[in-house]
DNA sequence: AGTTAGCACTCGAACTTCCTGAGTGCTAAA
DNA sequence: TTTAGCACTCAGGAAGTTCGAGTGCTAACT
C-alpha cells in the first residue's frame, strides 16, 4: 500500500532527526520539526501505522519510534533529498585530490583518510585490478652478479626487482634473455606463462644456470599480483564517537572485523563505475555488518583499474551528506585517475603514470 | 635507600597481579600469590611503605595497592625475569618472519600486525631509510612520447617511473641523456641535484625540451623520499578489550593519536639497534601517551635501513612477555634482513633485494 | 626492632526503592 | 478523519542501604 503524503513526511522527519540525535522520536518532536498542520494526536496515529507497516519500531513502550532498515531503505530510495556539498568542502576535496595525486603508491590510503575525515566514519578504499600482460621487457646489467627486471604491464605500470645471484653471468647472456624474453613473454597472461614454455626458453639462450626461471618466476609473480584487490581502512577509531558504539564490546567487534577479515575481493560485488551504492543494516552479507550501514561509491582508476571507495557506519547514518560527499570524491578521482578525459594540469603533472614507491 | 628483599618480593608480587587483573592489589592477595612467611599485618607493613617511597599508590582508602611509574620503571629494571617464549610462539613468529619475507612491500604492515597479533597490543613498524644516492641510471625507451626512468640506490633498492610526454623525442636523445646523468648525478645527494647542475647537463646533452628536468625532478623526489620515515600502526582495536579503556573517551584519544599524529620520525629518537628500549607513562614525551607505555624493538633491515617495532599498551602491561616477542621478532627480521649475516635459504629466497611493488 | 593478632574504621560497588516525565494508546466528541 | 482528553507504561536517574575487601593502629609477642 502507497503511503500517504503527510505519513511519507512524517516518517522523512523521524528519520531525519534520529540521525541527528540518536534518540528515539516521538510524536511532539515530529511536531514540533516539520510544519506539519494536524495535532500530535494524528501524528501519533500515523506513527503507529507506519510501525505497523514495518517502516518504525519502538524500543519500548514509552518511547518515541526509531526506523528499521524498512524505513531507511525507503527514506534513501524516495524521500531523501539529494544534497549540495558547501563550498568549504568541495575545496577541501580539490585541494586534498590534487596535491595527493602525484603519490600513486599512497594514494590508496589518502583517499581513504579523506574520506573518513569529511565523513567521520571509517573509510574504506579499494583498487582492483584487472588481469595485465606484459608490454615490455628490459633487464639492465649491473656486475657479473646482478641485473634488473624491468617490466611496463599492459596498464602502464613499471615493476622491477634487482636480482642478485650468487654466482656470475656475462653481459651477453642477460641482453640475450631480454631479447628472447621480450619476443615470447609479452602480450601473455600469467597462467600462459607454464614449465614448457620456460624450458624452451632455457634452450633457446642456452642458459644453463636457472637464470630464465629467475626471471620467469617474477613474471608469474608480477602478473598475478595484477589481479587481487587491495584495500586500506583508515579511521575507525570515529566510532567510538558514536553512541551506538559506547559499549566497547560492539565497538571492538566491528573493529576488528573492519582491520582483519574484511576481504575486499568479495564485499564490493555489484557497482557501475560511478554511482553510488548503499547496503543498510541486514542488506549487507557480512555477520558482522548486519547492524551497520555501508555506503560504496566507485571510480576509475585508469590504467583498467577499479576503485571502490566506501564508508562503514550505523544504520542511523547520514546517508544522503556521506553519499554526496563519496560521490564528489569518486568523481574527481575518475577525472584525475581516468584514462581518457585526463586535462593537462601543468608540466610536472604530466608524469602522472608510474610506480615510484 | 634500598629495599629489603622482601619488599622488592612484594612489590613484584604486586606488579605481577596486577598486570594480570587489573585490580588493586591488598595484602591479603599478595600472601597468597607469594611464597611469603610472614603475616598479611607485615605485608600491610610492607605496603604503607612501598606507597611512602612512591612505588605504589591507593586509588582510595579501602582499596589495594596498584603500581606508580617509579613502581613499574624498577620493576623492569630490577625485578622483572627475562621469559622465555614457548615453543609455539616461537614457532608461530618463524613461521611468518619466513612465509612474509619475500614481499618487501608489504613486510611493514606485515610484521606490524604480526606483533599485534601476539602481544594483543597495538603495535606500531616503522622503517627509516637513511639517505641514499644513485648508484646507476638507466632511461629505457619505449615509443616516441614514451620512456621509463630506472634508478638503482646506493641501498640496493630500485625505483622506476614510466614517463609519458605531450611531445616528442628520438630514442637517441635518451640514450645520451641516460649516459649523461649515470655520469653526472650517480654518488650525490639530492640536496646536490642543484638548478645548475641540471642546466649544464641540459646544455651538454642538446636538451631544449625539458628532459632533464623532468628526469632530474624524479630523481630528487627518490632521493629525499629516502630520508623519511613510514610507519604503520596495526590492531589497535585490541585497545578496547583492556579494563583501562572501556571508557570509549579515553580510547577514542589514543586511537585517533596513534593513526593520526604520531609522528614515526620523532618518537624513537634513541635505540641502539638490537635491543629493547621500554617507555613507562609519564617517561614518553607525547602528551596521550602519558598514561600508556611503549616497547620498542630496532632492528637492522639492511640495505642501511633502521627499523622499529613497537608495541603501545596500558602502563599495565606485561613487560616481560612483550619484550620477549618484541626482541624475538626483531632478531628474526634482523637475520632475515641484514645485510652482512644472511643466511642462503634456498634459491628462490636469493633474490630478496628490490622492489616490486 | 621487627612481627603478629585483633579490631574499629573507611568507602567504593552493587543492589534496592522511589519518583519523574516523556510518550503512548484509547475513547469519545467534532 | 481529525482532535482533545486522560489513564497508563516504563526507562532512567536520584537517594538510600547494605556489604565486604582492605586499611591503619594499637598492643602484645619474639
Redesign the pocket.
Known amino acids: 500500500m502507497e503511503l500517504s503524503e503527510?505519513r511519507k513526511k512524517i516518517l522523512s522527519i523521524v528519520v531525519e532527526e534520529y540521525i541527528e540525535t540518536a534518540?528515539?522520536?516521538?510524536?511532539?518532536?515530529v511536531l514540533q520539526r516539520g510544519c506539519l498542520?494536524?495535532?500530535?494526536?494524528?501524528v501519533?496515529?500515523d506513527?503507529?501505522a507506519l510501525?505497523q507497516e514495518g517502516y518504525l519500531e519502538?524500543?519500548?513502550?514509552?518511547?518515541?519510534?526509531i526506523p528499521t532498515a524498512k524505513g531507511y531503505r525507503f527514506y534513501v530510495n524516495e524521500l531523501m533529498k539529494e544534497q549540495k556539498l558547501t563550498a568549504e568542502e568541495t575545496e577541501q576535496i580539490n585541494a586534498t585530490l590534487s596535491s595527493k595525486i602525484e603519490e600513486l603508491d599512497k594514494l590508496m590510503s589518502d583517499v581513504g583518510n579523506l574520506a573518513s575525515e569529511l565523513t567521520h566514519y571509517p573509510a574504506l578504499a579499494v583498487t582492483s585490478g584487472t588481469p595485465a600482460t606484459i608490454k615490455r621487457f628490459d633487464l639492465i646489467y649491473i656486475d657479473q652478479n646482478t641485473f634488473i627486471i624491468v617490466l611496463l604491464l599492459s596498464n602502464n605500470a613499471v615493476k622491477n626487482k634487482l636480482i642478485h645471484l650468487p654466482f656470475s653471468f656475462e653481459e651477453d647472456m642477460i641482453r640475450r634473455l631480454s631479447a628472447v624474453f621480450n619476443a615470447s613473454f609479452t602480450g601473455i597472461k600469467d597462467d600462459e606463462i607454464t614449465t614448457n614454455l620456460i624450458v624452451s626458453t632455457e634452450r633457446s639462450v642456452g642458459d644453463v644456470m636457472g637464470l630464465t626461471s629467475v626471471i620467469a618466476g617474477f613474471a608469474i609473480d608480477v602478473l598475478s599480483s595484477t589481479k587481487v584487490s587491495e584495500g586500506v581502512i583508515s579511521g575507525s577509531e570515529n566510532l567510538l564517537k558514536l553512541p551506538e558504539f559506547q559499549d566497547p564490546t560492539k565497538a571492538h567487534k566491528l573493529m576488528s572485523y573492519l582491520s582483519t577479515s574484511a576481504d575486499f575481493n568479495n564485499l564490493p560485488n555489484l557497482s557501475p563505475s560511478g554511482d553510488v551504492k548503499v547496503l543498510i543494516g541486514p542488506e549487507n552479507v557480512a555477520e558482522e555488518l548486519k547492524d551497520s550501514s555501508v555506503i560504496l561509491a566507485s571510480y576509475d582508476a585508469g590504467d583498467n583499474m577499479k576503485g571502490i571507495i566506501g564508508v562503514v557506519g550505523p544504520t542511523r547514518m547520514d546517508y544522503s551528506n556521506v553519499a554526496a560527499k563519496l560521490s564528489y570524491i569518486a568523481e574527481g578521482l575518475s577525472q584525475l585517475l581516468g584514462g581518457s578525459s585526463r586535462p593537462p594540469t601543468g608540466f610536472g603533472k604530466l608524469m602522472i603514470k608510474g610506480d615510484d614507491s
Open positions: 503527510r534518540e528515539p522520536v516521538g510524536s511532539k518532536t498542520s494536524c495535532s500530535s494526536a494524528t501519533r496515529n506513527l503507529a510501525e519502538q524500543p519500548h513502550t514509552s518511547a518515541g519510534r
